[in-house]
């Protein structure tokens, strides 16, 4: 594949990745090659050697890279010179998608929500949700937990735990509570009673909250999972302090962690939810902050944006529709590739010891605490070495995180595992002799 231009003329022995790009790069860091094509769960680089992919896009390509459902209705779209950009304006790509998320999604779950088109990333869905929650209650303190990730604009990364990124906003981050995550502080404490205490507590510091932000299972904070019961604790304490219960479904949604939504098996139902990665299924953004009814106080225009009509995305984000959630075809087989990720993880921990290794998430959104920042990169590196494209999250960047597209073969989960077994082997194995 060759592109019409011109190679630079500079004399630079350097690429010019290397020569033009911001050093704010950090995947291509972690994975020093250029990649040039990408078919389901495999990356090809530009000398010809593939790659097993368990980054996915960091969970925005869950149905793989180029899905030829979603390819045919793109490339028939186009061909057809349908419309590429719509700002706001109704258009029938934007129609295909409100009525397969309608029929497909929202109508058999029992969910009325309206769903705003908030702008192409996740940090856009992040942005409206806390808006109209502040907007709605007329309050501005928001609680967001512990390791929680919800983007890098400034209102979403007031919400975020993670020290680095925080410190690259370079003003105070204000309008935030932060409290313990489920298990933050192991087993024995209640951190959802904890919560409620401090704001039952007229003296407890913390100003009445518009909304609780939440994820399900944090995917950069460490894939930290919280109990179906501590969700359950938490929505109730939203409704009963007069907060708007909100849950970030950015990362562990549109099938992660098994299910269409993530927080559908814990029978809770947020009154705001964010999606944004793998809705458009094809790697192309798109983002949705999805509203009770009744929240959807905006004046027209008050919340903007240029690229809040990306049709191309509703293109790909109907057929994925269509094709993977029509029925419970789709979900099995993210049980069944699940359930074999997880026993060969838990089988790494058995052989190193669950203090080495400890097994971490929920569905395909799994992963291994290997106990450092040091380690979890060598693992990373050789794992790159052998053929495998995974990378790491967590405080320490320690845990070693499995998000292969779902649309993956069995062989090829196997595979990428065999690699990533043989990579924990290489580095463990040294580490653990070398403090015997
Ligand atoms: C839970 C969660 N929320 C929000 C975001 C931000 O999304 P984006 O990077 O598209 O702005 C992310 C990105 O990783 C995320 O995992």
Known sequence: MSFPTEPGSSDSEESVFERRESQVRSYAHSFPTKFVRATGARLIDDAGKTYIDFLAGCSSLNYGHNHPDLKAALVDYIAADGLAHGLDMETDAKEWFLEAFERVILEPRGLDYVVQFPGPTGANAVEAALKIARKVTGRSNVIAFTNGFHGCTLGALALTGNGHQR??????????????????????????????????????????????????????????????????????????????????????????????????????????????????????????????????????????????????????????????????????????????????????????????????????????????????????????????????????????????PLTITQGELEKGLDILAAATDFVLADRLKATA
């Open 167 to 404: 410190g690259g906003a370079g003003v105070e981050l204000s309008g935030v509570s932060r409290v313990p995550y489920d298990g933050y502080f192991g087993d024995g404490t209640d951190t959802a009673q904890h919560l409620d205490q401090l704001l039952s507590d007229p003296s407890g510091g913390i100003d009445a909250p518009a909304a609780i932000i939440v994820e399900t299972v944090q995917g950069e904070g460490g894939l930290n999972v919280a109990s179906y019961s501590w969700l359950r604790q938490i929505e109730r304490i939203a409704r009963k302090h007069g907060a708007l219960f909100i849950i970030d479904d950015i990362q562990a949604g549109i099938g992660r962690t098994g299910t269409f939504f993530s927080f559908e098996p814990a029978g809770v139902t947020p009154d705001i939810v964010t999606l944004a990665k793998s809705l458009s299924g094809y790697g192309l953004p798109m983002a949705l902050t999805l509203l009770r009814r009744d929240l959807d106080i905006w004046e027209p225009g008050e919340h903007n944006g240029t690229f809040r009509g990306n049709c191309h995305a509703f293109v790909t984000a109907a057929a994925a529709i269509e094709r993977f959630w029509r029925d419970k075809a789709f979900e099995t087989s993210i049980r069944e590739k699940a359930s074999i990720l997880r026993a060969r993880l838990e089988s790494l921990s058995k052989k190193f010891g669950s203090r080495a290794i400890r097994l971490k998430g929920r569905g395909m959104m799994l992963g291994i605490d290997v106990g450092s920042g040091n380690t979890a990169a060598a693992i990373v590196k050789k794992c790159f070495e052998n053929g495998l494209v995974i990378e790491t999250s967590g405080p320490e960047d320690e845990i070693v995180k499995c998000l292969a």
